[in-house]
């Protein structure tokens, strides 16, 4: 097969990287106003998701038509978070006390787990707020390999960041275009495995992940 053929695995390869590289765009010129976070991260999930299936009216129609659609729930998904996060980074710097290393080690923990689907879920699929930030939890914990390893490559892109920061400052450029919407396309196993149990009807084996069929409401178009 012609490797330069639109049908070949290294052109599709390259599409994605291209319209990865322009939702990372998009996300940073619409995270500006902090608060727009969530939306922003919503609104990359789904338009990465419709690039690589092919949906929708081309990637920048369908970043900003999720944006619009998510905005308040995302917002609200993203409040606490930020709160939390704002917490945390001060006791991280300013509590330097031993006795309240396993609390933030605890609390750091569980914010990851949650960060790294509630996102997701609230691109995928259609739920209330607290349904949405519900179910981050039991799919993270029942996903538990998956969401350690989407920890692990987020913290290796945050630690090239710092790294070209203070040691590389010609490639901190490089590295803020390519982006977490570069990295959002290489997520796309963690909701196709959540999608395909959710619509086989199958849930798992632990108690919490049973929940999810009754939890999530349905898929949007």
């Not at 999720?66 to 609200?76: C, D, E, I, P, R």
């Not at 796309?188 to 999810?212: E, N």
Request: a positive charge.
């Amino acid at each position: 097969m012609n490797w330069l053929a639109p049908d070949s695995k290294f052109m599709r390869a390259w599409s994605n990287l291209i319209d990865g590289v322009w939702v990372n765009i998009l996300m940073l010129v619409t995270s500006i106003p902090i608060i727009t976070v969530g939306a922003a991260l919503t609104a990359g999930h789904d338009a990465c998701r419709r690039s690589i299936e092919g949906e929708g009216k081309g990637v920048t129609a369908n970043y900003f038509r999720s944006f619009k659609a998510n905005f308040v729930k995302a917002t609200l998904l993203w409040l606490p978070f930020l709160v939390v996060l704002i917490a945390l980074a001060w006791s991280w710097i300013v509590l330097q006390f031993t006795p309240l290393l396993i609390i933030k080690f605890a609390l750091t923990i569980i914010w990851l787990i949650g960060f790294e689907w509630v996102f997701a879920l609230q691109a995928r699929f259609e739920n209330t707020v607290a349904g949405t930030l519900k179910n981050a939890f039991i799919f993270g914990i029942s996903h538990i390999a998956m969401t350690a390893a989407l920890v692990v490559v987020d913290a290796v892109f945050v630690a090239l960041l710092v790294g070209s920061w203070f040691y590389m400052p010609g490639g901190l450029f490089l590295l803020v275009i390519l982006g977490y919407g570069t990295m959002l396309m290489l997520y796309r196993a963690r909701l196709q495995a959540v999608s395909s149990t959710i619509r086989k009807g199958r849930c798992g084996g632990t108690a919490a992940f049973s929940y999810c069929h009754r939890a999530i409401i349905s898929l949007p178009e």
